[in-house]
């Protein structure tokens, strides 16, 4: 018998088994998932980063000539 790994779950910290049979890993549902995924999209988390612009703050259509 192998040996299980326990993590939490990002969301709500429920103990959850991690392996490859967990179809929401490292979550514990589809639920906390979604959440995660609405919090990434409204910006309510994000990486930090080292540089002053965010690629989209310094981005422009038209090209300089």
Not at 5 to 33: D, H, L, M
Not at 55 to 65: A, K, L, M, T, Y
Request: glycine letters at 8%; aromatic letters at 8%; proline letters at 6%.
């Amino acid at each position: 018998m192998s040996e299980e790994t326990i993590v939490n779950c990002p969301g709500c910290g429920k103990a959850v088994i991690w392996n490859e049979s967990s179809p929401y890993r490292p979550f514990c549902s589809k639920r906390c998932q979604l959440i995660d995924l609405g919090e990434w999209a409204a910006e309510e988390k994000r990486i930090p980063s080292s540089g002053d612009l965010s690629e989209s703050e310094g981005w422009s259509e038209e090209q300089e000539r």
